[in-house]
């Protein structure tokens, strides 16, 4: 479904470093969402946006922010990245009934 | 609080035989549930959901309030369905809550 993209696809970063995930979408939903995904819990909710101007957190959104550009783009941020947001994002947006998701952004904090 | 447990990790069976992969919930209200799959290199994308009642490439999920699970289950597994399978429920606002995910390998 490449109605939802992210990138990068792959990022290599070292502690300390700001680093920004992108995220957009034709789907046309208001709807999206951040999530990582670590062995053995699943995917956990970081942020998500219901609008433009509308952000709200996630159960995990220590060391992260977000902006929300526009209906289409929903950017998550490491303003310091360090080793244990080591793991796989995704993005996804939402109708009333589904959740549609990106293929994912592999994060390797060294 | 609202959350979802898959207790086996990983689950192995042959080709042919039957498949089941637990679920089991705590929601304080009527609960909406899912299960998405995420296949080899692929992205992560929705299997079923209770309130259709429909069958997807074979898979069911009868949600048992009294027991508050919602199983996935398929009479006769294929190599297809090797996979990682995610329970997860509806929160208000359209907000999913997950399971940590069982890894499904069927072998031939």
């Given at each position: 479904d490449a109605d939802v993209t992210q990138t990068p696809r792959n990022r290599i970063t070292k502690t300390g470093k700001r680093i920004m995930l992108e995220c957009s979408q034709?789907?046309?939903?208001?709807r999206m969402y951040w999530y990582r995904q670590d062995p053995g819990l699943g995917l956990q909710l970081i942020y998500y946006s219901f609008d433009v101007k509308d952000i709200n957190k996630g159960e995990i959104s220590d060391g992260y922010s977000v902006s929300?550009?526009?209906?289409?783009k929903f950017s998550l941020s490491l303003e310091s990245a360090i080793p244990n947001q080591t793991a796989l994002y995704f993005c996804a947006t939402s109708d009333l009934q589904t959740q549609y998701f990106g293929p994912g952004t592999r994060l390797l904090v060294l | 609080a609202q959350r979802v447990t898959q207790p086996e990790k990983l689950l192995s069976v042959f080709k042919g035989a039957p498949v089941e992969l637990k679920c089991n919930y705590s929601y304080s209200g009527s609960p909406e549930l899912f299960w998405y799959v995420q296949y080899s290199r692929q992205r992560l994308q929705l299997l079923?959901?209770?309130?259709?009642?429909e069958s997807i490439k074979g898979f069911t999920a009868d949600l048992n309030k009294g027991e508050t699970s919602f199983h996935l289950k398929k009479p006769f597994a294929q190599e297809e369905d090797s996979a990682m399978y995610y329970c997860a429920l509806i929160q208000g606002a359209q907000k999913l809550v997950f399971g940590q995910g069982t890894r499904l390998t069927i072998n031939p």
């Open positions: 034709t789907k046309g939903h208001d929300r550009q526009a209906q289409a | 079923l959901r209770h309130i259709s009642r």
